[in-house]
Structure formats: C-alpha cells, structure tokens
C-alpha cells in the first residue's frame, strides 16, 4: 500500500475515533434526563410537608443542575424557604446482590429527595421511587431521619448499616453527601 493510502487509512481511523469520544463525552456532560411528572409531584406533596401549601418552585437551570442532581429553589410567598434536591441513585443488581457484576447498566436505579432549608440543614430525606426486590429497607422513614443529624455522612459511622441493602445504603449516602456539596458550591 503506497504512503497516501496508510495516510488516509490512518486520517480515517482517528476521524472515527474522535467521532466516537465526542459522542462518549457529549453523553457524559449532557446527561440529565428531566424529571418525570409523577416524580415532580411526589416532591410537591414531599415539600408541601415541609413548608406549607403555599410554596412554589423554580427549577435550578440545566448548567447549575449536576448529572443525576435536579435542584430546585423553594419559595414561600416572595422569599427563599430552602431547596429539593431530587436525585438518582444506584440499588441493588438486577438479579439480586449476589449477582456479580460492575457494569453500572446492571444496577438498578432509584430516585430520591432531600429537602433542606437556606442553612442547608436537611429537613428530610425521602425515596420516591424505589422499584427493586432488593434494598428497599432504605425507604424506611426511621433509617432516613439520621440524616437530618447533620454533617458529613458515613456509613457505620453516623449512619446505619442495612443487611440486604449495602448498594443501596452506600449509594443514598454518598448522594446526600454529593447533594449538600453541590449545594454548597452553588451558594
């Protein structure tokens, strides 16, 4: 084969390479589903909880909104009463938490919310939806209050283990953590 042809071979080759890491990169950063309907009033009612019928909510725009993060300011008549921080998070396997496997597409995921006023204290973490056999003990509202004690959280620490829900414990913890950091660096 003559040098044109490697040349153009090879220019070919990093064309479809670069093709393909855009595509990985633009799937990274532009990840951010929006949030179901049913999601949005299930923290509505969550909220409402917390704060009263008359709250309003704005949604953080996309660039402050981080990956599996959905932050939202919440109004109470004209001022800031606090913010819902809906996030996704990882549970046990499909097929039970025996099943090896790392492959992150072989988690199931689950949806949470932690609202906290403007100290950034939390007021309550809550599953909204948690669909798997396995882990559900982490919706139980008693395990949840630890996390209003405040600070940073870790497990068998200041936060309980679960038996049967080790993934799920460890992913809603280190998401209330990555929650109230980020709500940190935003305000």
């Known amino acids: 084969m003559s040098g044109t042809g490697l040349d153009n071979m090879n220019k070919n080759s990093i064309n479809i390479l ?14 951010h589903d929006p949030l179901p309907d049913y999601l949005i009033n ?7 909880k917390i704060w009263g019928k008359n709250i309003n909510f704005s949604k953080k725009t996309h660039s402050e909104s981080i ?31 025996s099943v090896e496997n790392t492959k992150e597409s072989s988690f199931e995921e689950f949806y949470y919310i932690t609202l906290v006023n403007t100290n950034h204290k939390i007021q309550q ?5 948690y669909t798997s056999d396995y882990g559900y003990q982490i919706a139980n509202k008693g395990w949840l209050k630890q996390f209003q004690q405040g600070g940073k959280f870790t497990v068998n620490e200041n936060i309980d283990a679960i038996s049967g829900a080790t993934i ?19 305000h």
């Open 67 to 97: 990956s599996d993060h959905h932050i939202f300011k919440i109004n109470l008549a004209d001022s800031l009463a606090g913010y819902a921080i809906v996030s996704r998070a990882l549970g046990c396997k499909i097929g039970g938490c």
């Open 125 to 129: 973490v809550k599953v909204l939806e």
């Open 42 to 48: 299930k923290m509505n009612r969550a909220a409402i």
């Open 168 to 186: 799920s414990v460890n992913s809603i913890t280190q998401g209330v953590n990555d929650q109230l950091n980020l709500l940190t660096k935003l």
């Open 18 to 31: 670069c093709f393909i890491c855009l595509i990985a990169i633009s799937a990274k950063i532009g990840y």
